[in-house]
Structures are given as C-alpha cells and as structure tokens.
C-alpha cells in the first residue's frame, strides 16, 4: 500500500497569550542563575547545595551518543527560570484572567469538576492554581506542587527525593536537579486508596524557557493512586527544552498507575526520566502516550526491588514530520517473583522516526521471574521509519522473557472492506490507527481517552493523495 | 426501481486480462446466481464492481440507474447502494463489530443515527441471525469462525440495506442450520428495492434462495444464461457439458485471484 496518509501541520493548541511574567533569569545557565532561582524559592540550603552539585555533574558530562541527535542543543539558548504569579491561589477566579483563558481554551474545569479528585496546573515553572476535593485532604493524602511540598513537608521530601532518580544517572536527569520547578509532590499514606485519579496539567508558554519539573510519588503500604499528567504546549519558531524527573516510590503492597499523553508541539526537546522503584507485592503502572514534540527520549522504569513486585508499562508514540520519538521502557527485576509486561505501539507517518528502545533485566537473584515484551510498529507511508531496540537479559534459569514484534503498514484489504461499507479512505485508515492504539486507549480514564481519540483524528485530518 | 448495468466490461489484475467483455443487467427484485468454474472472474466481477483497487477496468462501463459507477470512490459506491458480501472478510483488530457498523451507518445517512436506534436495530438483527450477542462487540471479525464471519457479512447487509448486493460464496463453509439462517436473511431483503448477483458453486444455496436468472461464467465471459433450470444442470453435471455444447475449451484452476 503506497497511499500517504494526509498531514495537517497546524498545532490545535498553537494558541499563546501575551506575556504575563514577572521574573525571570537571564538567558543560559550558569552558577548565578542557580543562585537566583534557590533565592527566589526561598529554599533551605542543602537544597542549593544539591542544586550546585548536579550543575557541576551536568557540566561535567557529555552528551549522549546514542538514540536523538542532540548536537545541535545550545544550553545558553534557553531562560531556565520564569515565574508567572507572585502566590499560588486555590480559588479560580484570582487566577489571572489570561491564565485562566488558556485553561478554559483546553477545557481543564469541566475535567476537573467531573471526574478528578485534585487538579495541579503548572503555568511556566510556578504553580498557579492547586485544588484539591475536600475528601482526599481529609484521608491525609499530600497533593502539592514540588515546591511546596519542600517548605511544608521536609522530613518526608528530604527522605525521598534523588533517591530513586539520581542527578548523577544522566546529563538531563542533572539539569533538572540544578534547575528543577514545579511538578507535583504527593504522598498517599499507609492503606489509603483513591478512587478518583490526581491530575495535573503542565503548559509550557514562554519562547525558548526550558521547563523542568520534579514529581515525586511517594505510595505507602497498601495505598493506591491513580496520578494522570496531560501536556500541551504552544508552537514558537525556537525549540523550547522539557527535561523533566518523575521520581516514585511504591511500598509494599502499594499501587502506583501513573498516566500520560503528552502532545509537546513539533519543536520541543522532551528528554526525560521517569523512574519507579516497586518493594514487594507492589505494583507499578506507566501509562505512557508521545504523540508531539520535535525529539522525546523517555523509558519509563521499574525497578523491582521487592518480592512479588509488578511493573507495567502501556504506551503509544506517533511521530510525523519533523519528529523523532525514541521511546520505550525499562524493567529491572531484582528480587525473587517479580513480573513485568511492556506493551509498545508505535506509529510513524509523513516522514517521522519512531524507535522502540527497552531495556529488560533479570538479576541473578531474581528467580521465578517473568517478563513479556510486546512492540508492534504501524507504518503509514514509504518515507517513515522505525527501529525496535530491545536489550533482554536473563542473568539465572530459573525465570524468563517473551519478546514479540511486529512492523506492518495499514493493508489494502483492510482499507477496501471498511471502505466497501461507506467509509472514507480518511474514516477508514482513522479506525485502523484507532483499533491500534486500542489496547493503550482502553487504559486511559474515559475524558482521557475522548482527547486523544480527538488529537489523533485531527492529525489525521485533510487531503488525501 | 433500479438497475445495474454492466456493458463490456474488460478488467485486468497485474497486466492479466480477466474479464473480456461482461454484458449483464440486474434489476432490482431480480436475483442472479453467478456460477462457472473457479478462476474464471466471477470474483474479479463482483470486487470490480465495488471498486477494489487491484482490479483495473481497461474497457467498459458499470451503471446505477444514470450514475457512472466507475467515477466513484468505494465508500461512494456503498453508499449510492452497493453492497460487497466477501468470500474471506478482513480482521480489524481493537475496532469493535458495533463501533464499525455504527460509523458505516452514520455514513450512509444524513444525519448519526441515535445510538439507542443503533442499538435496537442491532440486538434485533443479531437475533434474527442467531449470532452470539458477544460477536456485535468483539473486534471486527477477529477469531470468528468462518460461519461467523458470513453471518455477521449478512448482518452488515441487512442493517446498511443496500439496493444492490454482490454477495461472493457466502454460503461456503456453513452447516446446515447457519445455510438456512443466511438464506432466510437474502430472502428477507428480497423486494423490489432490493436486487442480487450471487457466486455459489451449490446448488444447495439457491434452493433456498431460488434466482431469477442463472449465468455461467468461464473464461472471463458470461457463455450462458437462463433459468433455474441451469442451476440443476450443473449440479447434476458439472461443466463438462459447456465444453461440448458450446465448443468452449474450460480452463481448470488457474488460481483463486481472491487469495
């Protein structure tokens, strides 16, 4: 099948407002911007001093060598500190109008009053607005922003924080420890399970400000939570940066499900690293969705660290033109019992790169382990391509790992029967992707998936060849 | 009324010609049965007609009343009312029966039909079909069973009610209980709104569904028409007597061009 699968290049949410900061730092990064950015927080000092140690190790490290291109990343380029409020308010109204426009145009009230427990939005690096129902407050659940969460809980940030993503693991994950603002802390305590999911929305706004958030997730004994993270950002001719850190920790008999769609426009950097360490009988979820930006290299792990402990990760990525998606997952199973599952699928259209790269490790001593790899790749048209890249290492026989993965294009036959009953070429391609990306839709919350479902049609939308 | 006509009509598939000149015209209340050794074009017909882009028209043309079937798409060709029952259905996997149907539906009117209608509808044709009421929500055709496959074609056509139907072996691989129930539901659409070309190799199917007319195709030509009468002729003797009645050498089994 040779038929291109039409592109529409407009960014639905492109829309970006007039400027509404009050501080930021100067352009590019430097010990005095640090400096200023730990000032303005207010912070404690060991918080500086950490700050000071991952500038110096990002400083001191080379870039990666290997998925992206990353060369041509300027870090001088970017303004790594905007902060567009001077107070988080919990009331709607005192948000600033032009704030509050941007999150009506994405229609996040509605959401939230509807379906979700708590909402945290991120507008450039402060949070602006923070609401939480009156019910999960009162079940002693902590839903912050980061920087919050450091002034108001330092025993629990302290214990937690760096130590599941290190600043020392890799160039961004050290960027974001000298830069990080914003991102959401929780803590969900001993035996409390959440019905509703937490959410948060993340904007970026400003040209060429690198955002870089810091969520750290601390489920304990037997507590459940659903944490769900939405991402849209504006088109700016200069690429803008998103090196972001998801630190979560999921204790015994704990559940974690952690749900994205992240939909950056075509000229984001989107490097990030998410990381879950699982003790026994704990599980962990990544509900991963890369449907924008121009470069995303992000593997969502688990590192199995208890008996029992589960970890599963469910994404999509759809790269288009201009786009190179280097995704995938990591499952490293340390203890004895422990399973995963990864579950890719993949589109490439209109020129884009999609790489599936995993990462499955069994220890030595993790025995009666088993895990299960699935990648499919759906390829629209003969000018996208795709690499599947996995690493499987089984280091005892006593446990072991599936690996399957297909590559296939739209077929014609497929297109002639849904068509021979009435539907476009457009529809009938649409319901192909659709039934897809099915097995990764069916795990988002229901408002979730109607957005995607919406994004995804819209990219597929306009003329076909 | 209406009526579809096909003059001289030459379709080729890979630079093979495999129809040379088809002339037939179907009413609707009429049902013609399409019967003649395999691999002479009685599929390439009927998936022509609905416009598979395998097959390429060299000479000829399809009408529906005064519309000029070959400038349309396939989705068009649906929907001015053509209806391709096919002889091995495609799997969608992650796109449910229902979702599908739904959307088909939609396309062939102007306005969404609600989805309680939808649903009415639906339950009520799964019945008469006697389908497991589960195979209207599993993914499109995937791990049905061939007679699955053909009773959920007929469920199709009974809720898209197309003028025309182009119906390809429906009846093969079917018990006898699931014969009677697709047969009873050809039957059902019969009306004068509704016409049919029909390819079976059995007589057994058009017992049940008992044609207006009867053609045999060889060689990428209609050589003989007639009444029900062809139909036991056949089933008695086969082909062979083409061969000497009408001086035709049979080509055998040049392969099945749907696979």
């Given at each position: 099948?040779?038929?291109?699968?039409?592109?529409?290049?407009?960014?639905?949410?492109?829309?970006?407002?007039?400027?509404?900061?009050?501080?930021?730092t100067e352009k590019g990064i430097n010990e005095n911007v640090i400096r200023e950015i730990s000032k303005q927080k207010k912070e404690p000092e060991?918080?500086?001093?950490?700050?000071?140690?991952?500038?110096?190790?990002?400083?001191?490290?080379?870039?990666?060598?290997?998925?992206?291109?990353?060369?041509?990343?300027?870090?001088?380029?970017?303004?790594?500190?905007?902060?567009?409020?001077?107070?988080?308010?919990?009331?709607?109204?005192?948000?600033?109008?032009?704030?509050?426009?941007?999150?009506?145009?994405?229609?996040?009230?509605?959401?939230?009053?509807?379906?979700?427990?708590?909402?945290?939005?991120?507008?450039?690096?402060?949070?602006?607005?923070?609401?939480?129902?009156?019910?999960?407050?009162?079940?002693?659940?902590?839903?912050?922003?980061?920087?919050?969460?450091?002034?108001?809980?330092?025993?629990?940030?302290?214990?937690?924080?760096?130590?599941?993503?290190?600043?020392t693991d890799n160039k961004f994950a050290a960027l974001n420890g000298a830069v990080w603002s914003g991102g959401s802390f929780i803590y969900v305590?001993?035996?409390?399970?959440?019905?509703?999911?937490?959410?948060?929305?993340?904007?970026?706004?400003?040209?060429?400000?690198?955002?870089?958030?810091?969520?750290?997730?601390?489920?304990?004994?037997?507590?459940?939570?659903?944490?769900?993270?939405?991402?849209?950002?504006?088109?700016?001719?200069?690429?803008?940066?998103?090196?972001?850190?998801?630190?979560?920790?999921?204790?015994?008999?704990?559940?974690?499900?952690?749900?994205?769609?992240?939909?950056?426009?075509?000229?984001?950097?989107?490097?990030?690293?998410?990381?879950?360490?699982?003790?026994?009988?704990?599980?962990?979820?990544?509900?991963?969705?890369?449907?924008?930006?121009?470069?995303?290299?992000?593997?969502?792990?688990?590192?199995?660290?208890?008996?029992?402990?589960?970890?599963?990760?469910?994404?999509?990525?759809?790269?288009?033109?201009?786009?190179?998606?280097?995704?995938?997952?990591?499952?490293?199973?340390?203890?004895?019992?422990?399973?995963?599952?990864?579950?890719?699928?993949?589109?490439?259209?209109?020129?884009?790169?999609?790489?599936?790269?995993?990462?499955?490790?069994?220890?030595?001593?993790?025995?009666?382990?088993?895990?299960?790899?699935?990648?499919?790749?759906?390829?629209l048209d003969d000018i996208s391509t795709s690499d599947t890249i996995p690493n499987n290492i089984v280091k005892n026989n006593k446990s072991y790992?599936?690996?399957?993965?297909?590559?296939?294009?739209?077929?014609?036959?497929?297109?002639?029967?849904?068509?021979?009953?009435?539907?476009?070429?457009?529809?009938?391609?649409?319901?192909?992707?659709?039934?897809?990306?099915?097995?990764?839709?069916?795990?988002?919350?229901?408002?979730?998936?109607?957005?995607?479902?919406?994004?995804?049609?819209?990219?597929?939308?306009?003329?076909?060849? | 009324?209406?009526?579809?006509?096909?003059?001289?009509?030459?379709?080729?598939?890979?630079?093979?010609?495999?129809?040379?000149?088809?002339?037939?015209?179907?009413?609707?209340?009429?049902?013609?049965?399409?019967?003649?050794?395999?691999?002479?074009?009685?599929?390439?017909?009927?998936?022509?007609?609905?416009?598979?882009?395998?097959?390429?028209?060299?000479?000829?043309?399809?009408?529906?009343?005064?519309?000029?079937?070959?400038?349309?798409?396939?989705?068009?060709?649906?929907?001015?009312?053509?209806?391709?029952?096919?002889?091995?259905?495609?799997?969608?996997?992650?796109?449910?029966?229902?979702?599908?149907?739904?959307?088909?539906?939609?396309?062939?009117?102007?306005?969404?039909?609600?989805?309680?209608?939808?649903?009415?509808?639906?339950?009520?044709?799964?019945?008469?079909?006697?389908?497991?009421?589960?195979?209207?929500?599993?993914?499109?055709?995937?791990?049905?069973?061939?007679?699955?496959?053909?009773?959920?074609?007929?469920?199709?056509?009974?809720?898209?009610?197309?003028?025309?139907?182009?119906?390809?072996?429906?009846?093969?691989?079917?018990?006898?209980?699931?014969?009677?129930?697709?047969?009873?539901?050809?039957?059902?659409?019969?009306?004068?709104?509704?016409?049919?070309?029909?390819?079976?190799?059995?007589?057994?199917?058009?017992?049940?569904?008992?044609?207006?007319?009867?053609?045999?195709?060889?060689?990428?030509?209609?050589?003989?028409?007639?009444?029900?009468?062809?139909?036991?002729?056949?089933?008695?003797?086969?082909?062979?007597?083409?061969?000497?009645?009408?001086?035709?050498?049979?080509?055998?089994?040049?392969?099945?061009?749907?696979?």
């Amino acid at each position: 099948m040779n038929k291109d699968i039409p592109v529409n290049d407009e960014y639905e949410y492109g829309f970006y407002d007039e400027n509404v900061d009050v501080f930021k730092t100067e352009k590019g990064i430097n010990e005095n911007v640090i400096r200023e950015i730990s000032k303005q927080k207010k912070e404690p000092e060991w918080m500086l001093e950490f700050r000071l140690k991952a500038y110096h190790h990002f400083i001191n490290t080379p870039m990666p060598t290997w998925g992206a291109d990353l060369s041509d990343i300027n870090f001088d380029d970017f303004t790594y500190y905007i902060k567009s409020t001077k107070e988080q308010t919990s009331d709607w109204q005192e948000v600033d109008t032009t704030i509050k426009d941007t999150f009506d145009k994405l229609g996040l009230l509605e959401a939230e009053k509807e379906h979700l427990g708590g909402i945290s939005t991120q507008y450039e690096s402060e949070v602006v607005y923070h609401n939480m129902l009156k019910e999960v407050v009162e079940k002693g659940v902590i839903f912050l922003d980061t920087d919050s969460a450091l002034r108001e809980h330092p025993e629990l940030f302290k214990k937690f924080f760096n130590t599941v993503v290190s600043y020392t693991d890799n160039k961004f994950a050290a960027l974001n420890g000298a830069v990080w603002s914003g991102g959401s802390f929780i803590y969900v305590p001993k035996g409390v399970k959440l019905d509703k999911p937490l959410q948060s929305y993340f904007r970026i706004n400003s040209e060429e400000m690198g955002q870089f958030e810091r969520t750290l997730i601390i489920v304990d004994e037997g507590a459940d939570v659903h944490y769900v993270e939405g991402c849209t950002a504006p088109v700016h001719s200069k690429d803008s940066l998103h090196a972001a850190v998801v630190e979560i920790i999921v204790l015994d008999g704990g559940r974690c499900r952690y749900s994205t769609v992240q939909n950056w426009s075509n000229n984001i950097l989107n490097l990030v690293t998410k990381r879950a360490l699982v003790k026994a009988h704990g599980s962990m979820e990544w509900i991963d969705g890369n449907i924008g930006s121009n470069i995303t290299m992000k593997y969502p792990a688990c590192i199995l660290a208890g008996e029992y402990a589960k970890g599963t990760t469910i994404s999509i990525a759809v790269a288009s033109k201009n786009m190179y998606l280097d995704a995938g997952s990591k499952m490293i199973h340390l203890a004895n019992n422990t399973s995963s599952n990864i579950v890719s699928k993949s589109i490439a259209r209109n020129g884009g790169k999609v790489n599936y790269r995993g990462l499955v490790s069994i220890g030595e001593k993790a025995f009666n382990s088993k895990a299960k790899v699935e990648c499919d790749t759906l390829i629209l048209d003969d000018i996208s391509t795709s690499d599947t890249i996995p690493n499987n290492i089984v280091k005892n026989n006593k446990s072991y790992i599936e690996h399957e993965a297909t590559v296939s294009k739209v077929s014609e036959e497929q297109l002639f029967y849904l068509e021979s009953r009435g539907l476009t070429t457009e529809q009938a391609t649409e319901m192909i992707i659709m039934g897809f990306i099915e097995p990764f839709t069916r795990e988002l919350p229901m408002e979730y998936a109607v957005e995607l479902n919406q994004l995804i049609k819209m990219e597929m939308e306009g003329a076909i060849g | 009324m209406s009526t579809l006509k096909i003059t001289d009509l030459h379709v080729s598939v890979e630079n093979k010609m495999i129809l040379k000149g088809i002339n037939l015209e179907v009413k609707t209340s009429e049902i013609h049965a399409l019967m003649g050794p395999n691999g002479n074009g009685k599929s390439t017909l009927l998936s022509a007609i609905m416009g598979h882009p395998k097959y390429k028209i060299e000479k000829g043309s399809i009408y529906l009343d005064d519309i000029n079937i070959l400038d349309l798409s396939v989705d068009e060709r649906s929907k001015a009312g053509l209806f391709l029952g096919m002889q091995y259905p495609t799997e969608v996997s992650g796109v449910t029966n229902a979702d599908f149907l739904r959307a088909a539906m939609n396309a062939h009117s102007d306005k969404p039909i609600s989805l309680f209608k939808f649903i009415k509808q639906l339950d009520s044709e799964v019945e008469k079909l006697k389908m497991k009421p589960d195979l209207a929500h599993r993914y499109l055709n995937e791990g049905f069973s061939g007679g699955e496959k053909k009773r959920n074609e007929m469920l199709h056509m009974n809720l898209l009610k197309p003028k025309f139907a182009l119906l390809d072996e429906i009846d093969s691989g079917l018990d006898v209980d699931a014969l009677q129930i697709v047969s009873d539901a050809i039957n059902e659409m019969r009306s004068d709104k509704f016409g049919a070309i029909i390819v079976s190799h059995y007589e057994r199917l058009f017992d049940l569904v008992k044609p207006t007319h009867v053609h045999i195709l060889v060689d990428g030509k209609i050589v003989k028409s007639g009444g029900y009468e062809l139909v036991k002729k056949i089933d008695n003797e086969g082909y062979d007597w083409i061969r000497e009645e009408l001086h035709i050498d049979l080509k055998e089994e040049v392969g099945n061009y749907d696979k």
